[in-house]
């Protein structure tokens, strides 16, 4: 269920005071009202990052809750047996993310099972949570549903909905989680990998793009976005928008590791120096840090020697473990300090063996 509201103030309180901003007073406020159906701390946060990523996917709002622009109350009441009604109801405020929500959440259910085990009844009240202390404080009792005042607008009659969801469900955009499940289908990225792209906007759009441009295979690239872009962006603390390596600039090395000129420890060194200058050619730059594609004679040389040093090896390969190519694979990447391109390599081998 969706409520019409206006925003009245934000309150932020700190250890003797309590300030009250009234800038947003009179913003119009969508409060999304959930059945008592969510039983657990981990299940409030999955439902709140997914509802996060509609909002910002729809275009209604940023939804960043340290700013204000979503908040969360939640109403806590536990019980003993799955059977039982649930117990007296306790609302919580002043959480300010995702996070802190689940660590109220805890903290709140483990003093009321603590309290009913130690024969103490339990008030309905408004309880909030204290970051910094780390534990739930009593801020207001509350009786029944009247003490909200709460009062139908005349003005404002109910809305029938279905036939006007209809009219604007073409409208909406594709919302994360049919993009997450379009992606394990169509690019076969695994249910992890397509959660971590499909977790920030901005992500997504980054992904596609590169998608586009590069003619990698759509797997390898979030792998390489999720073990190589996402780290670096969190160790220089850049946000995506921000990032100097842009997906043209990506899918270009990507594209060069298809190609055999660099290898894919090689295009690891040349993300980090394109990090720094962003304005040079990915290819020229690779020419620059001598990034040349291995002899192929000097390859051949080394695929022979990885072969003759593992005869056992070689003996399990030709019985039918064809597992153990990746280790040969391996040992000549090793005897090649990288410069081989590990596809050729097994290409190579098997051709060999095989």
Same mark, same amino acid.
């Given at each position: 269920?969706?409520?019409?509201?206006?925003?009245?103030?934000?309150?932020?309180?700190?250890?003797?005071?309590?300030?009250?901003?009234?800038?947003?007073?009179?913003?119009?406020?969508?409060?999304?009202?959930?059945?008592?159906?969510?039983?657990?701390?981990?299940?409030?946060?999955?439902?709140?990052?997914?509802?996060?990523?509609?909002?910002?996917?729809?275009?209604?709002?940023?939804?960043?809750?340290?700013?204000?622009?979503?908040?969360?109350?939640?109403?806590?009441?536990?019980?003993?047996?799955?059977?039982?009604?649930?117990?007296?109801?306790?609302?919580?405020?002043?959480?300010?993310?995702?996070?802190?929500?689940?660590?109220?959440?805890?903290?709140?259910?483990?003093?009321?099972?603590?309290?009913?085990?130690?024969?103490?009844? &339990?008030?309905?009240?408004?309880?909030?949570?204290?970051?910094?202390?780390?534990?739930?404080?009593?801020?207001?009792?509350?009786?029944?549903?009247?003490?909200?005042?709460?009062?139908?607008?005349?003005?404002?009659?109910?809305?029938?909905?279905?036939?006007?969801?209809?009219?604007?469900?073409?409208?909406?955009?594709?919302?994360?989680?049919?993009?997450? $499940?379009?992606?394990?289908?169509?690019?076969?990225?695994?249910?992890?990998?397509?959660?971590?792209?499909?977790?920030?906007?901005?992500?997504?759009?980054?992904?596609?793009?590169?998608?586009?441009? $590069?003619?990698?295979?759509?797997?390898?690239?979030?792998?390489?976005?999720?073990?190589?872009?996402?780290?670096?962006?969190?160790?220089?603390?850049?946000?995506?928008?921000?990032?100097?390596?842009?997906?043209?600039?990506?899918?270009?090395?990507?594209? &060069?590791?298809?190609?055999?000129?660099?290898?894919?420890?090689?295009?690891?060194?040349?993300?980090?120096?394109?990090?720094?200058?962003?304005?040079?050619?990915?290819? $020229?730059?690779?020419?620059?840090?001598?990034?040349?594609?291995?002899?192929?004679?000097?390859?051949?040389?080394?695929?022979?020697?990885?072969?003759?040093?593992?005869?056992?090896?070689?003996?399990?390969?030709?019985?039918?473990?064809?597992?153990?190519?990746?280790?040969?694979?391996?040992?000549?990447?090793?005897?090649?300090?990288?410069?081989?391109?590990?596809?050729?390599?097994?290409?190579?081998?098997?051709?060999?063996?095989?």
């Amino acid at each position: 269920r969706i409520h019409l509201e206006e925003d009245v103030a934000k309150s932020t309180h700190l250890a003797k005071t309590t300030l009250i901003d009234f800038n947003r007073a009179g913003t119009p406020l969508m409060e999304i009202v959930t059945e008592p159906d969510i039983e657990s701390a981990e299940e409030t946060f999955a439902y709140l990052k997914s509802l996060q990523q509609i909002l910002i996917a729809g275009g209604i709002s940023d939804a960043d809750m340290d700013k204000g622009q979503m908040r969360c109350d939640v109403n806590i009441s536990v019980r003993k047996n799955e059977s039982d009604p649930l117990g007296t109801k306790i609302e919580l405020k002043n959480m300010n993310s995702t996070s802190a929500v689940r660590r109220a959440i805890h903290y709140e259910v483990a003093r009321q099972c603590e309290a009913l085990d130690n024969g103490e009844s &339990l008030v309905q009240a408004t309880w909030r949570w204290d970051e910094d202390l780390g534990e739930t404080q009593e801020m207001r009792t509350k009786e029944d549903a009247h003490d909200y005042r709460y009062f139908p607008d005349p003005d404002l009659l109910p809305v029938k909905t279905a036939a006007y969801i209809e009219k604007v469900r073409p409208l909406v955009p594709e919302l994360p989680h049919e993009k997450s $499940a379009r992606f394990q289908k169509e690019l076969g990225l695994t249910p992890y990998d397509a959660s971590v792209i499909t977790s920030d906007i901005q992500l997504v759009s980054y992904f596609e793009t590169t998608i586009a441009l $590069a003619k990698t295979p759509g797997k390898k690239v979030a792998n390489w976005i999720i073990n190589n872009f996402l780290g670096l962006l969190n160790e220089k603390s850049v946000e995506i928008q921000a990032s100097p390596v842009t997906p043209a600039k990506l899918s270009d090395i990507l594209n &060069l590791i298809e190609a055999g000129t660099v290898s894919n420890s090689q295009a690891k060194e040349l993300f980090a120096a394109l990090w720094d200058t962003p304005e040079k050619d990915p290819a $020229a730059l690779a020419k620059e840090m001598g990034f040349e594609p291995a002899d192929t004679g000097a390859i051949d040389a080394l695929i022979d020697e990885v072969i003759g040093s593992n005869p056992d090896k070689v003996a399990e390969i030709q019985g039918g473990n064809e597992k153990l190519l990746n280790f040969l694979t391996g040992q000549v990447m090793k005897a090649s300090k990288g410069k081989a391109n590990p596809k050729i390599v097994t290409e190579g081998l098997r051709s060999k063996l095989l």
